[in-house]
């Protein structure tokens, strides 16, 4: 059962485009959400996150918009470039006893073409 | 620093056989854990470790064995080896709730 539900699978933007990237969660006790950048044959790499407290949070060309009452989050990556293309994970965190556990999406597979 | 490495990069093996694929940082995080990365599966939770001597499981622990005696290591064992254990697993380790987790570069497992 995946707790947070990713889309698209995959997207292709043009460089200089806006690639979206939606998900969605149900379980209310998530209270930190970040996102993941993921080129092939590395491990993934964290790119921004947000508390829920927050509506918006933006770093450079990448920007988190947060909807706490309809339990949705998407990535926004304004002005694409091929350098972006990467696969990106959106994921929850939550206290479990004195730890915290970390659940991914599905992923999306970002291609900016030229 | 190192950050979080793994070994080996890449590994056969064959239904029945277990090895340990083995994880180690240098920042001195109390917080590691494995996961598994499956196509159109995002990265599954295996293990984790709260500390040196405790360890939990995640999502997806049967078959995986952990263990972690030193803050530096986190070893995963897989006791018999099975072809749906085919997949890449990484570490990753982190301190602190909020803080960045780092991952490891990743081992390619194939179990035939």
């Known amino acids: 059962q995946q707790q947070v539900k990713q889309s698209p699978q995959s997207l292709i933007v043009q460089k200089g485009g806006i690639s979206i990237i939606n998900c969605a969660y149900e379980n209310t006790a998530f209270d930190y959400f970040p996102w993941y950048q993921q080129f092939p044959g590395k491990g993934p790499a964290l790119l921004i996150a947000?508390?829920?407290?927050?509506s918006e949070k933006k770093e450079g060309r990448f920007t988190i918009s947060f909807n706490k009452s309809a339990k949705q989050f998407s990535l926004h990556i304004m002005d694409s470039q091929p350098g972006d293309s990467a696969t990106y994970f959106c994921a929850a965190i939550w206290r479990a006893g004195t730890a915290s556990k970390l659940t991914f999406g599905t992923g999306t597979r970002l291609q900016v073409t030229l | 620093n190192a950050g979080v490495t793994q070994t080996p990069k890449f590994q056969v093996l064959k239904t029945g056989q277990s090895m340990t694929l083995q994880c180690a940082q240098d920042?001195?995080?109390?917080?590691m854990s494995w996961y598994r990365q499956d196509p159109g599966m995002g990265l599954r939770l295996i293990h984790y470790s709260v500390g040196a001597g405790i360890t939990d499981q995640g999502e997806v622990p049967n078959g995986y064995n952990v263990s972690r005696s030193t803050t530096e290591d986190f070893p995963l064992r897989l006791l018999s080896a099975a072809p749906s254990q085919t997949s890449v697993y990484f570490c990753?380790?982190?301190?602190?709730?909020?803080?960045?987790?780092?991952f490891g570069p990743g081992t390619r497992l194939t179990v035939l």
């Open positions: 947000i508390r829920p407290d927050v």
């Open positions: 990753a380790s982190k301190t602190g709730y909020y803080n960045e987790q780092f």
């Open positions: 920042m001195n995080h109390e917080y």
